[in-house]
């Protein structure tokens, strides 16, 4: 099973970057080693966070990022000790200077929240509490979809992944919970929407 760790979000960022150096290149592959391969918070964290940045605005990359999600969070609902990704996925990149150009702008925000969250309502953030979250998250990246079809609808459940893979990156419970009314009102309005 993935481990739930309790890191800092300036530290999963921070890692990202230098296995983008140390690869020199920004792919799905380092976003996959810069979380450990096994923390189920980084593990959803990383890509939702890509997908609700302006990154995820280029054509083709919130598919591939809700692929991603869909596979590592079946994995963590199977309780896998490791995350397998197929080549084609673990091989598709990201523009190398627009992902550290916006790892540079949220590091300072990162570091701020990284102060205020934390240790509150473990419960909801420990290892029962990653495999729920992993189920909600293939829910989610299922609507991904059918919302690329709509302006802007990928945040929604985006921002959703986003606060409950938060939750358990910094063992939050209380983000956990706003993810998952997060999660709720997403899946609402884009079942609104394409209804």
């Given at each position: 099973m993935a481990t739930v760790q309790s890191e800092t979000i300036k530290e999963v960022l921070t890692n990202w970057e230098d296995e983008i150096e140390k690869e020199g290149r920004a792919d799905v592959g380092s976003l996959l080693n810069a979380s450990g391969s096994r923390?189920?918070?980084?593990?959803?964290?990383?890509?939702?966070?890509?997908?609700?940045?302006?990154?995820?605005?280029?054509?083709?990359?919130?598919?591939?990022?809700?692929?991603?999600?869909?596979?590592?969070?079946g994995q963590l609902v199977l309780g896998r000790t490791s995350i397998w990704l197929p080549s084609f996925v673990r091989n598709r990149g990201f523009p190398k200077q627009k992902v550290k150009s916006i790892i540079d702008k949220l590091t300072p925000y990162a570091e701020r929240a990284d102060r205020y969250l934390g240790q509150r309502l473990a419960m909801f953030a420990g290892e029962t509490a990653s495999r729920i979250v992993a189920a909600f998250c293939i829910f989610l990246s299922l609507l991904v979809y059918p919302a690329t079809l709509l302006p802007f609808a990928v945040a929604l459940p985006g921002s959703a992944i986003l606060l409950l893979s938060l939750g358990l990156l910094v063992?939050?419970?209380?983000?956990?919970?706003?993810?998952?009314?997060?999660?709720?009102?997403?899946?609402a309005t884009v079942v609104y929407w394409l209804a």
């Open positions: 923390a189920a918070g980084p593990l959803l964290f990383l890509p939702a966070l890509v997908m609700i940045s302006p990154i995820g605005a280029i054509p083709g990359v919130p598919i591939v990022l809700t692929t991603l999600t869909l596979l590592v969070a063992r939050d419970g209380v983000v956990t919970l706003v993810g998952l009314m997060v999660a709720l009102a997403a899946v």
